[in-house]
């Protein structure tokens, strides 16, 4: 498929500090494309910004509502208009629902899900023309739901439900909305989340845990952006699961249990931090 579509689109990433938000920018700014970035690590979105051809950048919490709006307004006015915005700032720690830590789960819907919520809030009306085009990041997560990850499937889901309702929304517009679910790719938020001693002690069904490499997501991102796509999925295999999530997740409960009550009672003393470090809050 020819890429000309993205010469001259202007596109906002959230999350543009590491990771897939930063690949994608580098990657569409590689094909024409004029991005812009919000994040939280200053040095790292200067890096980036510098390889886009001194792109735009804005320190964001995108669980902060008032950051994210003029954070947008601001990326917005740099571009000089908003052709597509990808909401795909999110976080991540393993998470036992009992025993576990209450504020690894609200942080992790604040980030992922609020924060998803205030971008595609404040986007949305940018892109609400013939051409727009909102990118939800959900993930396979938002479909099939593994122990230590309920907040992250929770959040997950949560995206994938705001993607969805914005696509009715914003129809009449002319602009488009897809959801991107993505297997584990190979990204440091992988190595992070999946680098404890806990998830080390239950079983993954091959299937479901090969890491795929981080080019397999970008292609796919890349296609999808061009094509506005209403779902973008990485590695292909993600396609086909996804309407038959409810017939494989007793598979995944049944398969789960070998190891589950070890893993758990070590999560639980385990506390591993965020993929991505989270600012102080203020009490």
């Known amino acids: 498929m020819s890429?000309?579509?993205?010469?001259?689109?202007?596109?906002?990433?959230?999350?543009?500090?590491r990771g897939i938000g930063a690949a994608l920018a580098r990657r569409l700014h590689g094909h024409g494309a004029r991005v812009a970035l919000?994040?939280?690590?200053?040095?790292?979105?200067?890096?980036?910004?510098?390889?886009c051809g001194d792109a735009p950048w804005q320190v964001c919490d995108v669980g902060d509502r008032a950051q994210v709006d003029d954070?947008?307004?601001?990326?917005?006015?740099?571009?000089?208009?908003?052709?597509?915005?990808?909401?795909?700032?999110?976080?991540?720690?393993?998470?036992?629902?009992?025993g576990g830590d209450p504020e690894v789960f609200e942080r992790t819907l604040q980030v992922n899900a609020l924060g998803a919520y205030y971008t595609l809030r404040a986007a949305g009306p940018h892109v609400a023309h013939a051409?727009?085009?909102?990118?939800a990041i959900a993930s396979l997560a938002a479909a099939v739901h593994a122990p230590l990850l309920g907040a992250y499937s929770a959040s997950k889901a949560a995206v994938e439900a705001l993607g969805n309702t914005l696509r009715v929304e914003l129809r009449a517009s002319?602009?488009?909305?897809g959801v991107g679910y993505f297997a584990e790719i190979d990204t440091d938020m992988t190595s992070r989340g999946f680098g404890t001693e806990a998830a080390a002690a239950l079983p993954r069904p091959a299937a479901l845990s090969r890491v795929a490499p981080l080019d397999v997501a970008l292609d796919a991102l890349e296609r999808g952006i061009a094509r506005r796509?209403?779902?973008?999925?990485?590695?292909?295999?993600?396609?086909?699961?996804?309407?038959?999530?409810?017939?494989?997740q007793p598979l995944v409960d049944r398969g789960a249990q070998r190891g589950l009550q070890r893993a758990l009672s070590i999560a639980?003393?385990?506390h591993a931090p965020f993929t991505t470090a989270q600012p102080e809050r203020q009490a």
């Open 71 to 98: 954070a947008v307004a601001a990326l917005v006015a740099g571009l000089g208009g908003l052709d597509v915005v990808v909401a795909n700032a999110g976080i991540a720690a393993q998470l036992p629902l009992l």
């Open 38 to 51: 919000a994040g939280l690590e200053p040095e790292l979105l200067q890096e980036v910004a510098a390889a």
């Open 174 to 177: 002319g602009a488009r909305v």
């Open 131 to 135: 051409g727009g085009y909102a990118l």
């Open 229 to 248: 796509s209403r779902r973008i999925v990485a590695p292909r295999w993600v396609g086909p699961v996804l309407p038959i999530r409810m017939a494989l």
């Open 268 to 270: 639980r003393e385990e």
């Open 3 to 17: 890429l000309t579509t993205l010469a001259g689109r202007r596109v906002l990433i959230t999350g543009g500090a």
